[in-house]
């Protein structure tokens, strides 16, 4: 007899296959809404507009780029990767949830603003890759949750998918908030 959590033949490879349809899923579904939304560039955010509303989704972003580096510092604290650290106290674990949390809650008024004010445009590379890498972000983001929730999982998804959310924000913040504060150009890596 099978245990009620656990279905016959159901294996971490089912279940990571089943969190990778549901995190594209997110994803493609965040797309096509951008696609066919019509934009309203007029829009705004927190009673912002136009080059107001960049400006402060650019310190937005800049918040969340903090936000996401300090997730790393606190993640690498728990998978005791710091050098000359200590064992991470267990308030570091609560700490990794509440930022990680405040980051995702942050988030959303600056998508928000994004999909409803410009939609999903690939009309530059850098527009392309901004647009695709936030409709990835949210994906991410829900196989992140879920992969902590899952059991029986080899012990490198997890942290990959963190690398994961924080890599895509640092992309994120490159190819807007950067791009505004240099000016409306990015600068060359």
Do not use: D, E
Request: hydrophobic fraction near 55%; aromatic fraction near 10%; proline fraction near 6%.
């Amino acid at each position: 007899m099978t245990s009620p959590n656990k279905l016959p033949g159901s294996g971490a490879g089912t279940r990571l296959a089943g969190i990778g349809v549901l995190a594209a899923g997110v994803t493609v579904a965040l797309y096509v809404a951008g696609r066919i939304h019509t934009a309203n560039p007029a829009f705004g955010l927190f009673g912002r507009q136009y080059a107001a509303a960049i400006s402060l989704k650019a310190l937005l972003a800049s918040v969340l780029l903090g936000l996401a580096a300090l997730q790393v510092v606190l993640a690498l604290w728990m998978y005791r990767k710091l050098p000359l650290a200590p064992s991470a106290p267990r308030p570091v674990r609560l700490m990794h949830r509440v930022t990680g949390f405040g980051l995702f809650l942050l988030s959303l008024p600056v998508a928000v603003h994004c999909l409803i004010a410009y939609g999903v445009q690939l009309t530059s590379a850098r527009v392309a890759v901004h647009c695709l890498a936030g409709c990835f972000f949210y994906g991410a983001f829900v196989a992140k949750v879920l992969l902590v929730r899952a059991r029986r999982l080899p012990g490198w998804i997890l942290p990959a998918a963190g690398g994961t959310l924080a890599a895509v924000v640092a992309v994120l913040w490159y190819s807007s908030a950067l791009w505004f504060y240099n000016h409306y150009q990015l600068p060359h890596l």
